[in-house]
């Protein structure tokens, strides 16, 4: 089915209120302290609860009766009928031809859902349990390495969303990994990445898991090749295997296994075709975590554990379906970024974790958020008409309170943040009768407050400063921030955390009109490093082609090379 032109946010009628919302604020002036005075429910209108997470938008720079004009424009935008082709299948990734479908990965195995002729439930299913009875044997320990010694960790090589998603989520569910398997991750193709993941491993207890989509990314080959040469070259020199062919493709056999779309490439890889867990072209990069890319993660920390994680994506996804637009906590917050992005020309947009293990969480957002809402034009190649996308970083709170914050309580720029905090540790500690979680938790809320309500000098010369001292220590406040605040992090928490940044994502592109699941934009960049390759070894008419600074450079590197 043809994919309907993109519908131009600005010139609806949605659109054309937060305009005059917008001048109306700039003229009475943004004042949080006052909008909470004056409105003893702002709290309550504004806060929305999903399963186990509480969802506080009250500190963010809107009024309550703007919720309609946020749904307004879902409606306008045509964002149910967008939805309802996202869920069922039809190709709204247009630039590639294909469905988007990561929404099925989640799915219960009763339901049914065929799309271009595949019977998607049935396929994820399998798959899940091929993977699940994999993971039990290297588990339980009947698979083995090749001289008889249990699994004890496994080195995950991949890339962009074959590393950050299975990397974020093992870091975040760490206090669930049970099985005295660790994990580790390979991903850039500079040597020290290898060279360090391997140092101390031990080839008999290791397994790789080569995951790469396309299964032709440069980076994870590289690494995948120099992974292989490492294992035979340990097993021999230990004299765990002879150097004959036959022993190193057992050796191979027992200590790779591969996850991709592309199972011909990864059979000329040599790997078993058996030892190979595939998905389908209808799932991006960043949107695969839920695919058989969590294979180490169904290892290191169960499958009853990956289950719990795909159901709490699953409620997400259907919450977002099914809600309506003005109680609808997802489209509200995506509508939040359109609004800062687009009329208060907000740059940044920071996620700020109140819990360690999230700390790779930030990370895996940046690519999803910017390789999914970073473009220039829609879905039908006409220029996009807004400013897109928003460049997202962060970094776990407190660490990043004594870093960057005095930017965002001070600084000039506006930056919408997101506080994520759960009631519950896996690690309660008391420290001098105080309770480390509570003196943790106080920072949580603290920023939010003063990021909101600031301190007005006059406060601030009541307190017996003066001079150029009253200016530095005010704090003008309305910094927006959203706090999302869980019950306790776990594997179905995080699952409703990475579907509710999805949706937040695909609902924005919507407004904007942008396909939110191709990447072009990082393709030129790796044609040129392949012309550039010869370059850097000697290859004369290569280096011909190149453009004066980068010939420059490369003269650098021939005079520096060792
Ligand atoms: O270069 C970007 C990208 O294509 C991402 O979208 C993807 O997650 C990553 O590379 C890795 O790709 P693959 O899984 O095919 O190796």
């Not at 249990?150 to 890339?159: E, F, L, P, Q």
């Not at 930056?415 to 106080?442: G, R, Y």
């Given at each position: 089915?043809?994919?309907?032109?993109?519908?131009?946010?600005?010139?609806?009628?949605?659109?054309?209120?937060?305009?005059?919302?917008?001048?109306?604020?700039?003229?009475?002036?943004?004042?949080?302290?006052?909008?909470?005075?004056?409105?003893?429910?702002?709290?309550?209108?504004?806060?929305?609860?999903?399963?186990?997470?509480?969802?506080?938008?009250?500190?963010?720079?809107?009024?309550?009766?703007?919720?309609?004009?946020?749904?307004?424009?879902?409606?306008?935008?045509?964002?149910?009928?967008?939805?309802?082709?996202?869920?069922?299948?039809?190709?709204?990734?247009?630039?590639?031809?294909?469905?988007?479908?990561?929404?099925?990965?989640?799915?219960?195995?009763?339901?049914?859902?065929?799309?271009?002729?595949?019977?998607?439930?049935?396929?994820?299913?399998?798959?899940?349990?091929?993977?699940?009875?994999?993971?039990?044997?290297?588990?339980?320990?009947?698979?083995?390495?090749?001289?008889?010694?249990?699994?004890?960790?496994?080195?995950?090589?991949?890339?962009?969303?074959?590393?950050?998603?299975?990397?974020?989520?093992?870091e975040a569910l760490k206090p669930?990994?049970?099985?005295?398997?660790?994990?580790?991750?390979?991903?850039?193709?500079?040597?020290?990445?290898?060279?360090?993941?391997?140092?101390?491993?031990?080839?008999?207890?290791?397994?790789?898991?080569?995951?790469?989509?396309?299964?032709?990314?440069?980076?994870?080959?590289?690494?995948?090749?120099?992974?292989?040469?490492?294992?035979?070259?340990?097993?021999?020199?230990?004299?765990?295997?002879?150097?004959?062919?036959?022993?190193?493709?057992?050796?191979?056999?027992?200590?790779?296994?591969?996850?991709?779309?592309?199972?011909?490439?990864?059979?000329?890889?040599?790997?078993?075709?058996?030892?190979?867990?595939?998905?389908?072209?209808?799932?991006?990069?960043?949107?695969?975590?839920?695919?058989?890319?969590?294979?180490?993660?169904?290892?290191?920390?169960?499958?009853?554990?990956?289950?719990?994680?795909?159901?709490?994506?699953?409620?997400?996804?259907?919450?977002?379906?099914?809600?309506?637009?003005?109680?609808?906590?997802?489209?509200?917050?995506?509508?939040?970024?359109?609004?800062?992005?687009?009329?208060?020309?907000?740059?940044?947009?920071?996620?700020l974790p109140y819990n360690q293990y999230l700390h790779r969480f930030?990370?895996?957002?940046?690519?999803?958020?910017?390789?999914?809402?970073?473009?220039?034009?829609?879905?039908?190649?006409?220029?996009?008409?807004?400013?897109?996308?928003?460049?997202?970083?962060?970094?776990p709170g407190t660490?990043?309170?004594?870093?960057?914050?005095?930017?965002?309580?001070?600084?000039?720029?506006?930056?919408?943040?997101?506080f994520i905090a759960f009631v519950n540790t896996s690690n309660?500690?008391?420290?001098?009768?105080?309770?480390?979680q509570?003196?943790f938790l106080?920072?949580f809320?603290?920023?939010?407050?003063?990021?909101?309500?600031?301190?007005?000098?006059?406060?601030?010369?009541?307190?017996?400063?003066?001079?150029?001292?009253?200016?530095?220590?005010?704090?003008?406040?309305?910094?927006?921030?959203?706090?999302i605040f869980g019950?306790t992090l776990t594997?179905?928490s995080l699952?409703?955390l990475?579907?509710?940044?999805?949706?937040?994502?695909?609902?924005?592109?919507?407004?904007?009109?942008?396909?939110?699941?191709?990447?072009?934009?990082?393709?030129?960049?790796?044609?040129?490093?392949?012309?550039?390759?010869?370059?850097?070894?000697?290859?004369?008419?290569?280096?011909?082609?190149?453009?004066?600074?980068?010939?420059?450079?490369?003269?650098?590197?021939?005079?520096?090379?060792?």
């Amino acid at each position: 089915m043809e994919t309907s032109a993109p519908i131009d946010a600005t010139k609806t009628t949605a659109w054309a209120d937060l305009v005059k919302t917008f001048g109306e604020m700039k003229k009475t002036g943004i004042n949080l302290r006052q909008w909470f005075n004056d409105d003893p429910s702002r709290v309550e209108k504004l806060s929305f609860t999903v399963n186990d997470l509480y969802f506080d938008l009250s500190k963010n720079l809107i009024t309550p009766e703007m919720i309609k004009i946020f749904a307004h424009l879902a409606e306008e935008v045509h964002l149910h009928e967008r939805t309802e082709q996202l869920f069922t299948g039809e190709h709204i990734n247009v630039t590639e031809d294909r469905a988007v479908l990561h929404i099925a990965l989640r799915m219960p195995d009763k339901q049914q859902l065929t799309v271009d002729g595949q019977d998607v439930i049935t396929d994820v299913h399998t798959v899940l349990n091929r993977m699940y009875e994999f993971a039990n044997k290297i588990r339980s320990g009947e698979w083995r390495g090749i001289t008889g010694k249990k699994i004890t960790t496994v080195v995950n090589i991949g890339i962009g969303g074959s590393d950050l998603g299975p990397v974020m989520v093992y870091e975040a569910l760490k206090p669930y990994s049970d099985a005295g398997i660790t994990a580790r991750f390979i991903s850039n193709i500079d040597p020290n990445d290898i060279a360090e993941k391997t140092r101390d491993l031990d080839p008999e207890t290791t397994l790789f898991i080569v995951v790469s989509k396309s299964f032709t990314t440069i980076e994870t080959m590289t690494n995948a090749l120099d992974a292989r040469t490492w294992l035979l070259n340990k097993l021999i020199e230990q004299n765990a295997i002879n150097n004959t062919e036959d022993q190193c493709a057992q050796a191979v056999h027992h200590h790779f296994v591969a996850v991709s779309t592309a199972l011909d490439k990864v059979a000329a890889f040599g790997i078993d075709p058996d030892n190979t867990f595939g998905f389908w072209n209808w799932v991006g990069g960043r949107y695969s975590v839920d695919s058989a890319v969590g294979l180490s993660l169904i290892i290191t920390l169960g499958p009853a554990c990956f289950k719990e994680f795909l159901d709490g994506f699953h409620s997400m996804d259907m919450y977002f379906r099914t809600t309506d637009y003005e109680k609808n906590v997802v489209v509200l917050l995506a509508m939040m970024n359109v609004w800062y992005t687009n009329f208060f020309g907000a740059e940044s947009h920071a996620v700020l974790p109140y819990n360690q293990y999230l700390h790779r969480f930030p990370a895996y957002l940046q690519q999803l958020t910017m390789e999914s809402n970073g473009k220039s034009v829609r879905w039908d190649g006409t220029p996009v008409t807004t400013k897109t996308g928003e460049i997202y970083w962060g970094e776990p709170g407190t660490n990043g309170q004594h870093s960057f914050y005095q930017l965002i309580h001070q600084g000039t720029h506006i930056i919408p943040a997101d506080f994520i905090a759960f009631v519950n540790t896996s690690n309660p500690v008391t420290c001098s009768d105080q309770d480390v979680q509570e003196l943790f938790l106080s920072n949580f809320l603290a920023q939010t407050k003063a990021l909101a309500f600031g301190k007005t000098a006059q406060e601030v010369r009541r307190e017996g400063n003066k001079g150029p001292l009253v200016a530095a220590r005010t704090f003008n406040g309305n910094r927006p921030t959203t706090s999302i605040f869980g019950d306790t992090l776990t594997p179905y928490s995080l699952g409703e955390l990475i579907s509710l940044y999805e949706m937040i994502v695909f609902t924005e592109g919507t407004v904007w009109g942008i396909d939110s699941f191709d990447q072009w934009g990082v393709e030129l960049g790796k044609v040129l490093a392949k012309q550039i390759a010869p370059a850097l070894a000697h290859d004369e008419s290569a280096y011909e082609q190149q453009d004066q600074s980068t010939q420059a450079l490369i003269q650098w590197y021939y005079a520096h090379r060792h």
